[in-house]
């Protein structure tokens, strides 16, 4: 059974930072590229990263709303995926989900249950 | 980036009853369009990807249809469980984005 769950969110002040990890499980982990996507209260989904496997050199991919503050990276050794967030926004508050990719590209098949942000003074 | 409308932003209907939900892309995704579903407090599901291939596990009264730019998602007869938000979304290339959901309330 595919299993990934969050940790690390929390409350933080603007311009601060966090690092969201997820653990996964039940599945080769190293073998799939895996996604951060957020929520905020009440509202849509927005995708936010991609990291793809070692064998695509672990390229990864951001939302322009997040690029140069938030850093996607995984460790294939311990199934562990992270999101480093700096100078945070009040506008990131959000629930943010660890995703799997499907087996067709940019699919979201399996979700973890999330980790809340909380970015406010 | 490619923009997803969605449409209606909330439906309401009856157990037994048929629902249609649509897509609309910015521009052309082919057959890449994905659909889930999120009931409140829990994280999303994969309903349809590439545009009508059901997720495994997902009932056959689910029905993805389109390409291009016009795309659907039809549910027949309605059952409770299937009440929640929906979400198109394209998986054309990076960025992904997401249409603004539709809220499936019971009548």
């Known amino acids: 059974e595919v299993q990934l769950v969050e940790s690390g969110g929390g409350l933080v002040q603007p311009k601060g930072s966090l690092k969201l990890s997820c653990a996964a499980s039940g599945f080769t982990f190293n073998t799939y590229a895996m996604h951060w996507v957020c929520q905020a209260p009440g509202k849509g989904l927005e995708w936010v990263a991609r990291i793809r496997s070692k064998s695509n050199n672990y390229a990864t991919y951001y939302a322009d709303s997040v690029k140069d503050r938030f850093t996607i990276s995984r460790d294939d050794s311990q199934s562990m995926l992270y999101l480093q967030m700096n100078n945070l926004k009040t506008e990131d508050t959000a629930m943010y989900y660890c995703v799997r990719e499907g087996h067709y590209y940019g699919t979201f098949a399996y979700w973890g249950q999330g980790t809340l942000v909380t970015v406010s003074a | 980036d490619i923009q997803m409308t969605q449409s209606p932003a909330s439906l309401s209907a009856s157990v037994g009853e048929t629902v249609t939900i649509t897509c609309r892309a910015s521009e052309n995704i082919y057959s890449y369009l994905a659909w889930y579903q999120q009931k409140q407090g829990k994280s999303p599901q994969l309903l349809v990807y590439n ?44 960025p992904f984005t997401f249409g603004s959901g539709t809220k499936l309330e019971i009548k």
């Not at chain 2, 997902?58 to 039809?74: D, M």
């Open chain 2, 51 to 94: 545009a009508k291939t059901l997720a495994e596990g997902v009932p056959s009264r689910f029905s993805g249809s389109g390409s291009g730019t016009q795309f659907s998602l039809k549910i027949n007869s309605l059952q409770p469980e299937d009440f929640g938000s929906y979400y198109c979304q394209h998986h054309y290339g990076t």
